[in-house]
């Protein structure tokens, strides 16, 4: 594909392409063939695609995770973008020796000088960036990044930052390199004063608007970017379909030291439903699917039978997510009765009494799985047994001592009464097109939290609505996957009451209510966290802070400690038997996979040597 080009003088020789040392990585199984197109499928529209991309075609960062069969953590992180890094004694300062000589698609020099203009002027730009993002901040003032020289950059803090590595591994750290300072000025009010007439053109309010859409490689064709493939059009041209095609400047190759990647060109389906990507899937129209996109275990048998039909085979996931469903009251209610019951403890453990998790394990799960709380997995460094398996037990008569110690009073019906003498009722908010399957489970919770008196509505909705009345805060409790069972340093929303269980809070700690005052335009309901939360945020604040990784083992496993006194979350199972699909005719694709969204699956199993076999 690209040598037609080469000889036709419309694309320099590969040597020129390159640069001076290009990542060297190891086919998984074979030395790959060139061409062909990798089939996936999103559910969703062309707003669903971002995050996809992102773990797919996207993952090319400063630092990458390096491919692992089953955990990791913190220390699992490889040179990428960087050629070499290094870090002092307290973590206050990482260095990054970028690779001389490799450039952006588009052929032009990328360099220390693109991350300057992503610091000074995308981060420090207040339009832009209203708020520093959490994980750029360590000590007590802001941070700094310094060209050392034109391929030499260095991140320094006024205080230890021991995650900073970690962080740009996952999806935060996408910002540094996905910035070409020669093309964004152009979309910059610094450097283009007449940006905000284009932005009007545009029909956008603000310049910065237009900049940030500018700077999206998947809202914007045009982004010169530096990952091995490009797309074709952005996602607000597209209705049903996305592709996109390889980049002649990827700085990767193979061991046999041949251009990367083998794929010509990556297509997205989007899809209505996971019916639909289910009926895509059966019928051999996609290449890879992992858990996080469509499967459930209630389809594995069907899956299991068409795969001679469909040319596929499974693929097994180790699953990231500490529980197979948070369920989480919303501890921080806007109606102060409601808030009283929904965040008293003994309403938590009696609910999670009346929950017969068995019957849920055997009919949602396929009997796959154990009754288990939001917790670390067994065997890694953070299992704490006590938070896994307390109150789990099926007990109609313990549920009710405790639920009896909240709502004592009931009805000629057996329903509980409320403090205003009516039967007592909340609503659980699921989102339904993401985790089907968290409807299905929910409704057997429902009966079976009627059998102690107590009286649960399912609002199902799309997605976006489920997002928007939790991040307003208007529900009385939220369901959703809980990440944390592999790493819970890098997923440390469901040991500490965030997200859907206190969205105030939440909101508190994101603005930098541990380091000072609130900022003004600061964005949603904002509260200061209960005394044993907060005490969580402190305690995981200390452990971002220090480089000793034993130290932030221990620092992590006291916030669990406290994550298994206060109860915050209620879980169902522990989750097992998790599966995926890959065709037979991609190779190269490791298997078992980790399936985790930190991780940036399948992203760190270096895609881009994957190949299609020819027939």
């Not at 990482?94 to 052929?107: N, Q, T």
């Not at 048998?301 to 009251?329: C, H, W």
Request: proline share 7%; hydrophobic share 40%; glycine share 8%.
């Amino acid at each position: 594909m690209l040598t037609e080009l080469v000889e036709r003088g419309d694309l320099p020789a590969l040597k020129e392409r390159l640069p001076r040392s290009p990542l060297v990585v190891k086919p998984l199984d074979e030395s790959g063939v060139y061409g062909g197109e990798l089939r996936l499928v999103v559910v969703g529209g062309p707003e669903s695609v971002g995050g996809y991309l992102d773990r797919t075609i996207g993952y090319d960062h400063l630092v990458r995770w390096a491919p692992k069969m089953d955990t990791w953590t913190a220390d699992d992180v490889l040179p990428d973008i960087a050629e070499s890094y290094s870090t002092n004694d307290d973590a206050t300062e990482y260095v990054f020796k970028l690779r001389p000589g490799m450039k952006w698609s588009d052929g032009k020099a990328f360099g220390a000088d693109d991350i300057v203009f992503w610091y000074e002027d995308v981060v420090l730009n207040i339009d832009i960036t209203p708020v520093i993002p959490t994980w750029l901040q360590a000590g007590d003032k802001p941070f700094k990044v310094e060209k050392v020289d034109d391929h030499t950059i260095a991140f320094r803090f006024s205080g230890p930052h021991g995650l900073l590595l970690g962080n740009l591994a996952t999806a935060s750290g996408v910002g540094p390199t996905r910035h070409p300072a020669h093309y964004l000025r152009k979309f910059h009010q610094k450097y283009t004063p007449d940006v905000a007439t284009q932005a009007k053109e545009a029909g956008l309010d603000r310049w910065a608007d237009l900049f940030l859409q500018k700077a999206s490689p998947w809202e914007n064709a045009e982004l010169p970017v530096l990952s091995a493939w490009q797309v074709t059009k952005g996602t607000g041209e597209i209705s049903n379909r996305m592709t996109a095609r390889r980049n002649p400047y990827y700085w990767k190759v193979d061991s046999e030291g041949r251009q990367l990647p083998y794929i010509d060109e990556v297509s997205y389906q989007l899809v209505s439903d996971n019916e639909v990507a289910k009926l895509k899937t059966l019928g051999g129209e996609v290449d890879l699917v992992f858990l996080t996109i469509m499967m459930d275990l209630r389809d594995k048998p069907l899956i299991a039978q068409g795969r001679e039909k469909g040319k596929f085979q499974i693929l097994d996931l180790v699953y990231e997510d500490s529980n197979t469903m948070a369920f989480a009251l919303n501890l921080v209610h806007r109606q102060p009765a409601m808030r009283k019951i929904l965040s008293d403890i003994n309403f938590r453990i009696g609910l999670s009494h009346a929950m017969n998790r068995q019957e849920i394990i055997d009919t949602i799960f396929l009997r796959q799985g154990e009754p288990y709380q939001v917790a670390p997995h067994p065997g890694t460094p953070y299992y704490n047994e006590k938070l896994a398996k307390q109150f789990t037990e099926y007990s109609v008569e313990t549920a009710n001592r405790y639920l009896d110690r909240v709502l004592p009073n009931k009805d000629g019906d057996g329903r509980r009464l409320g403090p205003n003498g009516k039967p007592f009722s909340f609503t659980v908010d699921v989102g339904s097109d993401a985790r089907p399957r968290d409807v299905a489970t929910l409704e057997i919770m429902r009966q079976q939290f009627a059998a102690v008196g107590v009286n649960m509505h399912v609002k199902a909705q799309a997605d976006a609505l489920f997002w928007e009345r939790v991040s307003s805060n208007v529900h009385d409790a939220a369901v959703f996957g809980c990440g944390g069972g592999l790493d819970p340093v890098f997923q440390q929303d469901f040991m500490i009451p965030l997200q859907i269980a206190a969205i105030p809070w939440t909101n508190w700690y994101n603005a930098g209510g541990l380091t000072g005052a609130i900022p003004k335009g600061a964005a949603g309901p904002i509260e200061e966290p209960a005394p044993a939360a907060r005490e969580q945020m402190e305690l995981y604040y200390q452990l971002r802070n220090t480089a000793d990784t034993a130290k932030q083992t221990e620092l992590m496993n006291r916030v669990i400690d406290i994550a298994q006194q206060q109860f915050w979350y209620i879980g169902v199972s522990l989750p097992k038997g998790n599966y995926g699909v890959v065709s037979n005719r991609l190779r190269n694709v490791q298997n078992p996979m980790i399936d985790d969204y930190p991780w940036q699956t399948p992203g760190p199993t270096n895609m881009t040597q994957y190949f299609i076999r020819q027939k």
